[in-house]
């Protein structure tokens, strides 16, 4: 079955410097990868994701890349900011409706 | 528009007990998946629920059991409690099975489960 790993599995830099979180996957029928974002006592949020027929995506602060070849996909954050500090999952499934396997996570931590 | 529900949000049982977790989808939602989240840990796939009927099952043994209704709220039972059964369950509904399908899972607060 498929497995994600993640690293690192924390990070802790200063506000509005750049974090970086990499995945790989090991399932080569994986096609749909997004990105959750979980705060203490919440359950985890979507906050960008992106498919296999694209290499890169942006949403403001935000940026992913996928190299399907290799089986990695990078998660980008510019400009960080206190709010950005929780637990970010990468994940990865064959179709956006199938079950969706989360890596173990990365605490980030935005320092004032 | 309401989102995920789930009920209770913490509770304790004993080793051998059972549990019943429930949830309330989103609305127009009729596709629930479970995961359980271990301290510390990201949440792993236990099954998923489309129109009332198992769609998909992770690496869990049987006495982990779920029902969908009719109005696609769900519950999770889990048979013979174990110490490593101690953890956060988490629902999650997304759209409809081939509806513009964003793939998004949209997630409750989850059920804290303590096994002494």
């Known amino acids: 079955g498929e497995n994600v790993e993640q690293h690192p599995s924390t990070l802790s830099v200063q506000e509005g410097d750049s974090a970086v979180i990499k995945c790989t996957y090991s399932d080569s029928a994986s096609n749909y990868f997004p990105w959750y974002k979980q705060e203490l006592g919440k359950g985890p949020q979507l906050i960008i994701d992106?498919?296999?027929?694209?290499g890169e995506k942006k949403d403001q602060r935000i940026a992913v890349t996928l190299n399907k070849t290799a089986k990695h996909f990078s998660l980008h954050i510019t400009e960080t900011q206190p709010e950005d500090s929780a637990v970010y999952f990468c994940?990865?499934?064959?179709?956006?409706?199938?079950?969706?396997?989360f890596g173990p996570g990365t605490s980030l931590s935005v320092i004032p | 528009e309401t989102g995920v529900t789930q009920s209770p949000t913490h509770l304790i049982k004993t080793r051998g007990q059972q549990v019943t977790l429930r949830c309330s989808s989103q609305s127009g939602h009729n596709t629930v998946s479970w995961y359980q989240q271990a301290l510390g840990q990201g949440p792993q796939f236990i099954f998923q629920?489309?129109?009332?009927?198992?769609?998909g099952r992770g690496n869990f043994p049987p006495r982990f059991s779920g029902l969908q209704f009719p109005n696609y709220s769900s519950e999770l039972n889990v048979n013979a409690l174990e110490l490593d059964d101690s953890a956060l369950y988490l629902c999650?509904?997304?759209?409809?099975?081939?509806?513009?399908?964003?793939?998004?899972?949209?997630f409750g607060e989850g059920s804290r489960l303590t096994v002494l």
């Open positions: 994940a990865a499934s064959e179709t956006s409706y199938d079950k969706v396997i």
């Open positions: 629920y489309y129109r009332e009927e198992e769609n």
């Open positions: 999650a509904s997304s759209q409809p099975i081939g509806a513009p399908q964003t793939g998004e899972l949209f």
């Open positions: 992106i498919r296999s027929n694209v």
